[in-house]
């Protein structure tokens, strides 16, 4: 019987995937990545540009090596699981300040060059939608981007 019990432990601990009980830093982090909408063929320098923006943000205590860690697990989880379900994910661990919080940093993310194309606003859109952020607090946010 003892045997049993262990195996469906092993078992379970198996079962356990990279999006299941994420917490806040995580959700963020995911936002982060599917803002970047990464090649992940080519991802490196986005991967350092995002890694840094996640350091100096207020709600990270993670620091550099550990951010990078959780860029590359969402990355690939991201990559085989789809970047839909991973925001859906990620929505639902944050409560409405933080959704707004996240979408701020995803236009930081998505925007470094202050250039709002038709595949960025597209991408905003879904994102606004998943996140459930107000139009014109989405608006302003992007505007205050491309403004600078």
């Keep these: 019987m003892a045997k049993i019990d262990e195996v469906d432990k092993e078992m379970a601990a198996y079962e356990t995937r990279p999006l299941e009980g994420i917490k806040l ?4 982090v995911i936002i982060a990545v599917y803002a970047a909408q990464l090649d992940y063929q080519n991802c490196e320098a986005d991967v350092q540009r995002i890694e840094a923006i996640l350091e100096r943000h207020e709600l990270f205590v993670a620091r550099k090596k550990a951010i990078f860690s959780l ?3 969402f990355v690939n989880e991201m990559e085989v699981s789809g970047s839909q379900k991973a925001l859906e994910i990620a929505a639902d661990t944050l ?7 996240g979408f701020e ?11 709002l194309t038709a595949e960025k606003k597209k991408m905003f859109d879904m994102l606004r939608a998943q996140l459930s952020i ?3 607090f989405a608006q302003a946010a992007i505007r205050d981007k491309i403004e600078v």
């Design 71 to 73: 860029i590359n697990k």
């Design 95 to 101: 409560t409405p300040e933080q959704r707004n919080i």
């Design 134 to 136: 107000d139009s014109d």
């Design 25 to 28: 830093q995580e959700a963020l």
């Design 105 to 115: 940093l995803a236009v930081e993310v998505a925007l470094p060059d202050g250039i």
